[in-house]
T-cell receptor
Framework: DTGVSQNPRHKITKRGQNVTFRCDPI?????LYWYRQTLGQGPEFLTY????????KSRLLSDRFSAERPKGSFSTLEIQRTEQGDSAMYLC?????????????FGQGTRLTVV | AQSVTQLGSHVSVSEGALVLLRCNYS??????LFWYVQYPNQGLQLLLK??????LVKGINGFEAEFKKSETSFHLTKPSAHMSDAAEYFC?????????????FGTGTSLTVIP
């Protein structure tokens, strides 16, 4: 296992279309995070899973956004009725459970452009 | 509430000069602190972290950072800049509490290395 994998790397979509991104975490990691990063900003937290349970959701995650991790392995992030303001880099990260496993490992991100 | 402030969105240094990137945090509980580096169109890579114990921590590529509780700071340094250090650097704080288990990132500092 070489790390966190995100697909696709780039997505261009028309406003109003739905898009779905996939994240495959490091295999033994049970925690999975989604972040959004816009140009010139740091990553902003969207949501967090422990196994298949979605434990935290940011207020940034409007009702057009939904994330799932059905079997506690890979996760998907769907954006419905995309808007130009959704254009950003979407980052996925994973970490192991436990206070000794403190850092998150990030994927290379999916860059979304809404035209 | 947790937050991170990175002073200086852009820092330029000459090759071979000292690198100093500033980070201050606020946290209601003892924090875990991180520095990540991001190259263009890439995800975030961990440089170093502080959890407990020794307050001076060493990371990859010759970087180090010192946790100063009294100053709520975690500044990143490198004695001698290299051209390959040019990148975006993010400071992050993570806390384990009833209110959450996420990472909070600063807005980032873009490091330019002048030959």
């Amino acid at each position: 296992d070489t790390g966190v994998s995100q697909n696709p790397r780039h997505k261009i979509t028309k406003r109003g279309q739905n898009v779905t991104f996939r994240c495959d975490p490091i295999s033994e990691h049970n925690r999975l995070y989604w972040y959004r990063q816009t140009l010139g900003q740091g990553p902003e937290f969207l949501t967090y899973f422990q196994n298949e349970a979605q434990l935290e959701k940011s207020r940034l995650l409007s009702d057009r956004f939904s994330a799932e991790r059905p079997k506690g392995s890979f996760s998907t992030l769907e954006i419905q009725r995309t808007e130009q303001g959704d254009s950003a880099m979407y980052l996925c990260a994973s970490s192991e459970k436990g206070r000794h496993n403190t850092e998150a490992f990030f994927g290379q991100g999916t860059r979304l452009t809404v035209v | 509430a947790q937050s991170v402030t990175q002073l200086g969105s852009h820092v330029s240094v000459s090759e071979g000069a000292l690198v100093l990137l500033r980070c201050n945090y606020s946290s209601s509980v003892p924090p875990y602190l991180f520095w990540y580096v991001q190259y263009p169109n890439q995800g975030l890579q961990l440089l170093l972290k502080y959890t407990t114990g020794a307050t001076l921590v060493k990371g990859i590529n010759g970087f180090e950072a010192e946790f100063k509780k009294s100053e709520t700071s975690f500044h990143l340094t490198k004695p001698s800049a290299h051209m390959s250090d040019a990148a975006e650097y993010f400071c992050a704080v993570r806390t384990f509490s009833n209110t959450g288990n996420q990472f909070y990132f600063g807005t980032g500092t873009s490091l330019t290395v002048i030959p």
